[in-house]
């Protein structure tokens, strides 16, 4: 088959072009050698050029931003908020690319240091050895030079913390230091799906074996907390940890000194207090030293509003463009009034009564309170029970 070059195919297709036109326009009576068609062929000449210039404009533009995607931006992203890519440190930047293949590479000497990388994990505090996987196996490489320093062999690996980080060696959990030195064998069975095993402060939480109970080990692996609470966790500023069993929750310093001793309560740790709401939906707050600032505290009052029985009517007049009334309404209400009680809000949005001069009369026992008279109160319980309270917090039979 005979190939066609580029250049002949557009001038052929241009030829066809201008007589397709010439044909239309002699169907008005134009004629090629007119003063009105040389007019006609030079603006559409001048047309023609400039919206092929727009057009391979267009074309650059798109081979040139494929080009830098494909070269550039996609190999050596600088932009903290690209798609792609983050910092690991100041040189080393981890590409995580659309096709899997994804590299730790140098930013300031453009060198890819390690290819084919699944994800990676940053170590915490001043450690240095980033965690990664290459789709198989898991290893560790510096975050300063982007170097293998452990090539991937461990099952499951986890973070650097501390100074060391912990390992899945034939299912059970050793301890290794930078070097890839076992320091801590205690023969720790591996638990699947289990979170953690990472040092914070000192102490790793460690669980019974079922991932149902957990405690606390030091950095020589003796058990420093009994593996006998439901959760341990450290605040974020490590310098707690929250413990709970059950439904009660304590806090401990971080040297595991009883700060709050478990507690029936649900509990937050601030920056600045400790938040405490208790069975009986009271909220209490504390210093973060344990000291008790106030046992009771809402969150806000709000006013509690009836139907009083008297009918009142008001009439409503539809009236049309000019003014003239064409349809009257006559409708009953009942006027609303304040109740002698306000409603609180305190810990979990529960609800208690309240005087007008702040004396609380109920404790915060309802999910809602909706006055019904002047000192009469319709409180909901639970799951659409409800009962009926007077204004002394007396439920009435």
Sequence with gaps: MKQISASLFFTVLWRGLCQALGWFFGLFGYKHDGKFAKCVWGVFATSASIVMALFALFLVVCLGESIYNHFFRNHYCDDEYCYHSEYVSRDIYY??????????????????????????????????LVCYSDGKKRGYFSKNTGKVIIKPKYDHAW??????????????????????????DQRIPYTPNMEGYVFHAGYCVMDSGDGDLFGLIDKTGQIVLPIEYSSISPTNDLEMWRVTKGKENGLLDKDLNTIIPLT???MWVYDDMIHMVMPDHTLRKLTLQGELINDFYITCVRTLEYSKEEVLYRTDKTTDDE????????????PVANAKRKAYVAGDCYEGLMSVDGHIITKPLYKDITAIGYDLYLCDVSNGDQVIVNGQGEIVK
């Design 95 to 128: 590409h995580n690319t659309e096709d899997g293949k994804s590299y730790i590479y140098n930013k300031r000497t453009g060198e890819k240091l390690i290819k084919h990388i699944a994800w990676i994990a940053k170590p915490l505090g001043k450690d240095t």
């Design 159 to 184: 973070v650097f913390s501390d100074g060391l980080a912990s390992v899945d060696d034939n299912g059970y959990i050793k301890f290794i230091d930078g070097t890839d030195k076992v320091v801590m």
């Design 264 to 266: 029936e309560c649900s």
């Design 323 to 334: 003014g003239h009334v064409v349809d009257t309404t006559i409708e009953s209400y009942h």
